[in-house]
C-alpha cells in the first residue's frame, strides 16, 4: 500500500511540450508511472515519445480516463492550469512550478475546494510510492520500497533523508515533497492522517523548516490523533531573521516561525526531532525495534 | 520586495484613499523649505526599511522650524537596525482623536487574504498579537468575491462609535483590498488608521510589500526598490539563478536545493562552525552557475574556508564538477574546499576531481561538515 499514488495512477502532463516536462515525462516513464496523456493548448493532435497531446486536460481525461495532473506550466500561468485540471475532474493535482504568486494560489484554492480536488504543492519535487508510481521530478533511484513514510517542505533535503533511510535499509511507503511556498496544497496534517490509515505505513518521517506555524499545528495534532512513531527534523536552525531562506515560504517574521519553537512543539507532543539528517533512520530503527 | 512608506501613500493615494500631503526630503534646508510650505507644526518621519522606526527616534513632531531643522539633522543619516536613514517624509501634525490597525496579509492557514483589524492603532501589532491576540479581529476573505462592503463596515463597527468614521474607514478599507490583489501583495497595512480633529479618517501611515513572485507582472517596481549593500548581492545573484544570503561567518557553503542549503549551515553551526553565508545553486546542472557561486564565495572576505554539499537530482554532480573546475581555472583559490557529492552522476564528478590536489573529499554531509570546520581551526 501507498498514498495518494500507486499502480492505478494516470498521470496527464500539463506542459509536456516544455522543456522540464517533456524531460521528466521520460523519467516518469520510465520509472513505471503510466503517463497516458499530455496537454499544451494548441498542440492537440502531437505525439511526445508516445504520449497524446490535448488541448485542454478536459479533453485528455475524456479520452484517457486520466485521473492525476501534475504541472510544469510556467509561473505567470501554472495557478490557471491548476484549476483547469481540477474543473476537467482530476482529483490529484501535483504542482512542480516554482514562482507562482500567492495570491493565484488564493484565488483558486476555493475552486479545488469545491471540486474535492486535492493539490500538492506548488514548488515541490513531486511525490513517490516506491516500486509503484513517481509523480514529480524525484531522482528515482535512492528510494526503496518498504514502510515508512516521509513528508518533506523541501527537495534536496527530502532525497538526503531518503538517502539515509535506504542506505540504513530501511524503505518507503510513499515519500511526498509539499512544497515551499507559504500558501500550499495538502499540508503535514492531511498527509499524516493519511499515513496513519494507510496499513503499510509503520512510521512517519517529517521535515520541516522555518517559517509559518504548520510544524507547531502538525505537533499538536501527532499528540491527539497519530499513533504511529513519529520522528522529525527541522531545517533553519541558523537561519537570520527577516530573510527568505531559498524557498519563498522559508522566512523568520518578528520572532514567529523559528526553528527553535518548531522543535519544542514537537518534543512536547513526544515527538524526536533530529539533529542532524544521519539521525534519522538511528530514531526509525529505535522506534520500529528493527 | 518592501517599499518605502512615502511609495505606498503614492500608491494609496492613486486608489483615492486619503493620505496626508507628504513633502519628500534628503536634505537639512529640504526639510525647513518643508516647514515653509506646510506653515505649521510638521512630523518628521524617516524613510527606512525597517520597523520600530519611532522607538529609534526616527519620528519627530516639531512645533516650529528650529525644531523641524534639528529633527532633519538628527534624523537624516541615523542608523536604525543597521539600515542609514537617507530620507525623510514631512507631513502636517495631526490632531488624533482615535487610532486603529488595518493590515491585510496573505495568509496560510486560512489560504485566503486575511483581513486584521484593532482597536490597538499605533503600536507594533506583532506586540498586540503575543500580548492581547483577542483584541485583533480576523477575517478571511473569499477570493472569489473578493472584501465586501458590509465585512468592512461590520468590522468597523466593531472598534468605531461613531457610524459616519465607519462609512469612512469600510470605503478605505474596500480600496485597500483593491491594492492588495491588484498590486500583488503579501502585506499592505494602515497603522495607524486614524480619526482627526475634523473627523476625517486617514491613513497616517502606510506600509506595503510585494510578492516577490509577482515582479513579473509589475516591471514598473524596479524602480521603486531601494536595496541595501547586502539585498543588492541578493538580488544580482537571483539574476545568475542563485539564492545568496550574506551572513557573518567565515566558513563559505554551495549548496543545490533551499532546504538542503539550511540543514548545511545547521550543521556546519551544531559541529561548532559558523556559516558565511546561504547558497543555493538551484536545480538545474548548468556549470556557469557554478563559476558564479564561487565568486561569491571568493569575493567575501571573511570566508577561510568553503563546504559544497550536493545532492543530485535534477542538479547532475559531474556538471558542479565541470564548473569548478572551470571556477579554478579563471581564479586563484588558495582556501580549503571540502566536497561532498552524492545523487545523480556523483561517480562520474568524483572522478573528474580527482586529480585536484586542493579539493578535500568527504562520504556525507556530517564528515564534509566536520572536514571544513577542523580545516579552518589549522
Known amino acids: 500500500m501507498s498514498i495518494l499514488i500507486n499502480k492505478d495512477t494516470?498521470?496527464?502532463?500539463?506542459?509536456?511540450?516544455?522543456?522540464?516536462?517533456?524531460?521528466?515525462?521520460?523519467?516518469?516513464?520510465?520509472?513505471?508511472?503510466?503517463?497516458?496523456?499530455?496537454?499544451?493548448?494548441?498542440?492537440?493532435?502531437?505525439?511526445?515519445?508516445?504520449?497524446?497531446?490535448?488541448?485542454?486536460v478536459a479533453n485528455a481525461v475524456k479520452a484517457t480516463g486520466a485521473n492525476t495532473s501534475v504541472v510544469f506550466v510556467p509561473p505567470g500561468y501554472a495557478a490557471d492550469a491548476i484549476a483547469e485540471a481540477s474543473e476537467a475532474g482530476i482529483k490529484l493535482v501535483i504542482a512542480i512550478t516554482e514562482g507562482i504568486p500567492t495570491i493565484d494560489v488564493i484565488r483558486i484554492t476555493p475552486i479545488l475546494e469545491r471540486n474535492g480536488t486535492k493539490m500538492i504543492g506548488p514548488n515541490c519535487p513531486g511525490l513517490i510510492s516506491p516500486g509503484k508510481s513517481m509523480v514529480g521530478i524525484l531522482p528515482t533511484m535512492i528510494f526503496k520500497e518498504g514502510n515508512v513514510g516521509l513528508i518533506s517542505r523541501s527537495g534536496t533535503l527530502t532525497y538526503e533523508m531518503v538517502n539515509q533511510l535506504t542506505t540504513n535499509g530501511i524503505g518507503q511507503s510513499t515519500c511526498?515533497?509539499?512544497?515551499?511556498?507559504?500558501?500550499?496544497?495538502?499540508?503535514?496534517?492531511?498527509?499524516?492522517t493519511l499515513f496513519q490509515n494507510d496499513k503499510d505505513t509503520e512510521a512517519i518521517v517529517l521535515c520541516?523548516?522555518?517559517?509559518?506555524?504548520?510544524?507547531?499545528?502538525?505537533?499538536?495534532?501527532?499528540?491527539?490523533?497519530?499513533?504511529?512513531?513519529?520522528v522529525a527534523f527541522i531545517a533553519g536552525q541558523s537561519a537570520p531573521p527577516g530573510k527568505r531562506m531559498g524557498h519563498a515560504g522559508a522566512l523568520i517574521t518578528s520572532g514567529s516561525g523559528t526553528a527553535s519553537e518548531k522543535i519544542k512543539a514537537f518534543e512536547a507532543a513526544g515527538v524526536r526531532v533530529a539533529k542532524e539528517p544521519a539521525d534519522i533512520p538511528l530514531f526509525i530503527k529505535e522506534a520500529l525495534k528493527l | 520586495m518592501k517599499i518605502h512608506e512615502y511609495q505606498a501613500k503614492e500608491i494609496f493615494a492613486g486608489y483615492q484613499i486619503p493620505v496626508?500631503?507628504?513633502?519628500?526630503?534628503?536634505?537639512?534646508?529640504?526639510?525647513?523649505?518643508?516647514?515653509?510650505?506646510?506653515g505649521e507644526a510638521v512630523v518628521v518621519k524617516a524613510q527606512v526599511l525597517v520597523g520600530g522606526r519611532g522607538k529609534a527616534g526616527g519620528i519627530k513632531f516639531c512645533q516650529t522650524k528650529e525644531k523641524a531643522i534639528e529633527a532633519g539633522k538628527n534624523i537624516l543619516g541615523m542608523d536604525i537596525k543597521g539600515l542609514t536613514v537617507?530620507?525623510?517624509?514631512?507631513?502636517?501634525?495631526?490632531?488624533i482623536k482615535d487610532e486603529f490597525y488595518v493590515g491585510l496579509i496573505n495568509d496560510r492557514n486560512t489560504k485566503s487574504v486575511l483581513l486584521m483589524v484593532s482597536a490597538e492603532g499605533g503600536?507594533?501589532?506583532?506586540?498586540?498579537?503575543?500580548?492581547?491576540?483577542?483584541?485583533i479581529l480576523k477575517i478571511p476573505i473569499d477570493p472569489l468575491v473578493g472584501l465586501q462592503p458590509h465585512q468592512a463596515r461590520s468590522v468597523f463597527f466593531e472598534v468605531m462609535q461613531n457610524g459616519k468614521h465607519v462609512q469612512q474607514a469600510a470605503d478605505i478599507l474596500v480600496k485597500l483590498y483593491k491594492v492588495f490583489v491588484e498590486q500583488d501583495c503579501t502585506l499592505a497595512e494602515i497603522n495607524p488608521l486614524v480619526i482627526d480633529a475634523d473627523d476625517k479618517v486617514i491613513a497616517l501611515d502606510a506600509k506595503v510589500n510585494f510578492d516577490d513572485n509577482a515582479l513579473f507582472r509589475h516591471p514598473e517596481y524596479e524602480a521603486m526598490a531601494d536595496y541595501d549593500e547586502d539585498e543588492k548581492l541578493e538580488v544580482e545573484a537571483k539574476e545568475k539563478?542563485?539564492?545568496?544570503?550574506?551572513?557573518?561567518?567565515?566558513?563559505?557553503?554551495m549548496v543545490n536545493g533551499a532546504g538542503l542549503a539550511m540543514a548545511t549551515m545547521d550543521m556546519i553551526k551544531l559541529y561548532g562552525g559558523n556559516p558565511a553565508n546561504f547558497l543555493d545553486i538551484g536545480g538545474s546542472s548548468n556549470p556557469k552557475k557554478v563559476v558564479h557561486a564561487m565568486e561569491y564565495l571568493m569575493n567575501d572576505k571573511k570566508v577561510e574556508a568553503v563546504l559544497i554539499n550536493i545532492f543530485g537530482g535534477i542538479t547532475r554532480c559531474d556538471d558542479v564538477a565541470r564548473g569548478l573546475l572551470e571556477a579554478f581555472s579563471q581564479m586563484t583559490v588558495t582556501i580549503p574546499i571540502v566536497i561532498r557529492l552524492?545523487?545523480?552522476?556523483?561517480?562520474?564528478g568524483r572522478e573528474l576531481l580527482k586529480n585536484n590536489k586542493q579539493l578535500i573529499t568527504a562520504q556525507s554531509m556530517g564528515e564534509a561538515a566536520r572536514k571544513v570546520i577542523e580545516s579552518v581551526k589549522k
Open chain 2, 86 to 95: 537617507e530620507k525623510v517624509i514631512v507631513c502636517k501634525a495631526v490632531d
Open chain 2, 123 to 135: 503600536v507594533e501589532i506583532e506586540e498586540v498579537a503575543k500580548t492581547n491576540p483577542e483584541k
Open chain 1, 208 to 230: 520541516g523548516e522555518i517559517g509559518g506555524d504548520a510544524e507547531e499545528q502538525a505537533a499538536a495534532f501527532i499528540k491527539e490523533h497519530v499513533t504511529k512513531p513519529v
Open chain 2, 241 to 253: 539563478g542563485l539564492s545568496y544570503i550574506k551572513l557573518d561567518g567565515n566558513i563559505g557553503c
Open chain 1, 176 to 192: 511526498i515533497g509539499i512544497g515551499g511556498d507559504p500558501v500550499i496544497g495538502l499540508h503535514y496534517i492531511e498527509l499524516l
Open chain 2, 342 to 348: 552524492s545523487g545523480t552522476n556523483a561517480e562520474e
Open chain 1, 10 to 56: 494516470k498521470l496527464v502532463i500539463q506542459g509536456i511540450t516544455g522543456r522540464d516536462g517533456g524531460f521528466h515525462a521520460e523519467k516518469m516513464k520510465a520509472y513505471g508511472t503510466k503517463v497516458v496523456a499530455g496537454v499544451t493548448p494548441g498542440k492537440e493532435g502531437q505525439n511526445i515519445n508516445g504520449v497524446p497531446v490535448f488541448n485542454t
Open chain 2, 20 to 38: 496626508q500631503h507628504q513633502v519628500l526630503c534628503t536634505t537639512v534646508d529640504q526639510v525647513a523649505a518643508a516647514f515653509d510650505e506646510i
